[in-house]
């Protein structure tokens, strides 16, 4: 697909000339290139609220919000005041401080599965430590995921991932020894006899399955009635851990994340993005027995030099807890359906094939005729059409995730008004 700028010779394009010479494709991470909607990656200056705004001073209505940390929108004034306020006393210790234990307790109340909790500076971080946990309390070695899920980039995951991998094309990576992927088996997602299969093939050695509980990293997915059950179920026959990897659900799609929303208890859950309020942050925690194998308590080796950093923390905190006394769920649940709803009267209307999938706080949609239950089906889309719409909503002042392969983040300050603009760009867009 040849990639053109969506504007020519724009303060944004000449920055961008810069960063390739100095950063692979010029982005920190690959979902940011924007190749595979045929534009360039679009660099950004500010962002407020719902609103992004580029190098060229052009504003954005945000669907990305820094790939799900904002919640709350960019900039709210509680995490701005927790993050000025925990400035005044220092940026990191290398010790302890009593943040990472409000976090902890905070987590731990949120969502009761998680008796004990780790801190640590990415999602990868947390899924690579939740499978390593798993390996040694079992003491098993096979881990098994789904087409489709993202768990980050460590090596064990990169096997028919979703995200960033999905959108290149990728179905392992170059680097990743043979006589490492070979102990991840992945199925297709909403597949019990795929999964069943499994078990009755491997049963005795798998270690963990981990599972995204609502794929956002292949497009966005629904796990079918029953199915999470069912992986629960399978896990417990066999002694598996089950690990439910809430880095992009956790406390957006619910009040306790997807496990509060499917009623499905983990062993193990991995955490990330909101509850870092948009600082680096990521955390894995689950059921006391296991977790007390993690250093120094035990002898699973995980350490990290900013873990527990008292800004993310402070911010972690003040997202949480504003989200805990507000009732931005309530506001998050009436923006998504609206946006839904509106996107799928503009398919019927238009008689456009499309799937549009949404849950409380994500929303994604598939050109494609087929119901999307796996990565498989996500993966008949138009992409070529999904390249299309996407710049002319670039160019509508309307910032969805660059891929097929990705879910939208909505906020609690997204306006009656911003979704109104962006059903009607999507409008515009779609029919032409
Ligand atoms: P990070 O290492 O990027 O903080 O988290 C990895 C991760 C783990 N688990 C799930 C379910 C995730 O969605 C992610 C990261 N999500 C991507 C968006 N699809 C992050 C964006 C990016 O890679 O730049």
Known sequence: MTVTPLVKATKSHLIFERAKLVTPGGVNSPVRACAAVGAEPIFMEKADGQYLFDVDGNRYIDYIGSWGPMILGHRHPRVLEAIEDALQHGTSFGAPNRAEVDLAELICQMMPSIEMVRMVNSGTE????????ARAFTKKTLVVKFDGCYH???????????????????????????????????????DEKALQAVFKEHGGDIACVIIEPIVGNAGLILPEDGYLAKVRELCTGSGALLIIDEVMTGFRVAPGGAQDLYKVKPDL????????GGLPVGAYGGRKEIMEHIAPSGSVYQAGTLSGNPLAMQAGIAQLRTLQQSNAYEILKRNTDMLAEGLRAIAVKNIVPMQVVDVCGMIGFFFTKAKVKNLAD???????????????????????PPSQFESAFISAVHTKTDIEQTLEALEESIKS
């Open 378 to 400: 996500a993966q008949t889309s138009d992409t070529e059409f999904f390249g299309k719409v996407w710049r002319s909503l670039a160019s509508k002042g309307i910032y969805w």
């Open 269 to 276: 859950t991995c955490l990330g993005k909101i509850i870092g």
């Open 126 to 133: 947390a899924c690579m430590s939740a499978i390593r946990l």
């Open 152 to 190: 980050g980039h460590a090596d064990s995951f990169l096997v028919k991932a979703g995200s960033g991998m999905a959108t290149l094309g990728i179905s392992s990576s170059p680097g990743v020894p043979e006589a490492l992927t070979k102990l991840t088996i992945s199925v297709p997602y909403n």
